[in-house]
C-alpha cells in the first residue's frame, strides 16, 4: 500500500482479503465520520462509541460497497443510519435551536467564546463553532459539502431531496452561518474581511 492510495484501490484489496487495507481509509474518515456523529449526539463518549461502531459496519458492509457513489457518501449514509439507531435506543431527544434548553446553551455558549477570543485565533475553529450553532439540518448540508466535499449531486442523493433543493438549502445554510459567525464572532469576521 502507498501513502495516498485511492480509495477504491484499497477497497478492492480489502475485499480481496487484505485486511491491512482497511486501516488508510479509517485513517482518512475518522474526523469526517466523527464531525457527522457529533452533529447528532452532544456526548463525545457516545460519539467516540458511535463512530467506533460506523467503521465496524462499514467494514462488515464492504462487499456491498459497489462504487456507483463516493466512498465518502457511503460511508455518510452509514453515519447518519448508525445516529438515528443510536438516538432511537437511547429515547434522545434531538434539539432544534428553538427548543429553550438549547437557546440557553448557546448563550452559555456565546459567553464562554468571549472569554475564550484570544485563544480562537484558528480561522477552522470558529468556522467550526458557528457550525456547532447551527439547526442540525443546516449543520448537515454545510459538513456535506465543506468538509466532506461532496457535490449537490452526491448530497441530493444522501438527502434523498432534488439538487435544486439541496442547492437552496445550501444557500440559506450559508447565510445562517455568515449571521451566527457575524453574531458569535464580529471581531474575527472584520478581521477576517478587512
Request: hydrophobic share 35%.
Amino acid at each position: 500500500m502507498q501513502p495516498g492510495q485511492p480509495d477504491n484501490e484499497l477497497i478492492v484489496l480489502v475485499k480481496n482479503g487484505d485486511h491491512q487495507a482497511y486501516g488508510p481509509l479509517v485513517t482518512k474518515y475518522q474526523n469526517y465520520v466523527f464531525t457527522i456523529v457529533l452533529r447528532y449526539l452532544t456526548s463525545r463518549e457516545d460519539a467516540e462509541e458511535v463512530a467506533q461502531d460506523v467503521f465496524v459496519k462499514a467494514y462488515k458492509s464492504l462487499a456491498d460497497f459497489r462504487g456507483e457513489s463516493k466512498f465518502s457518501t457511503w460511508l455518510y449514509t452509514i453515519t447518519t443510519t448508525s445516529c438515528l439507531t443510536f438516538l432511537r435506543k437511547k429515547k434522545l431527544e434531538v434539539h432544534s435551536l428553538d427548543n429553550e434548553k438549547v437557546m440557553a446553551h448557546a448563550e452559555q455558549v456565546e459567553s464562554g467564546m468571549r472569554a475564550n477570543q484570544i485563544e480562537q485565533k484558528s480561522k477552522l475553529a470558529m468556522v467550526n463553532k458557528a457550525i456547532g450553532l447551527l439547526s442540525p439540518d443546516d449543520a448537515q448540508v454545510i459538513t456535506l459539502f465543506y468538509k466532506g466535499e461532496q457535490s449537490l449531486d452526491e448530497i441530493a442523493q444522501i438527502l434523498g431531496q432534488e439538487t435544486n433543493a439541496v442547492k437552496v438549502r445550501l444557500h440559506r445554510a450559508r447565510q445562517r452561518l455568515r449571521d451566527k459567525m457575524e453574531k458569535f464572532f464580529p471581531q474575527e469576521v472584520r478581521d477576517l474581511t478587512s
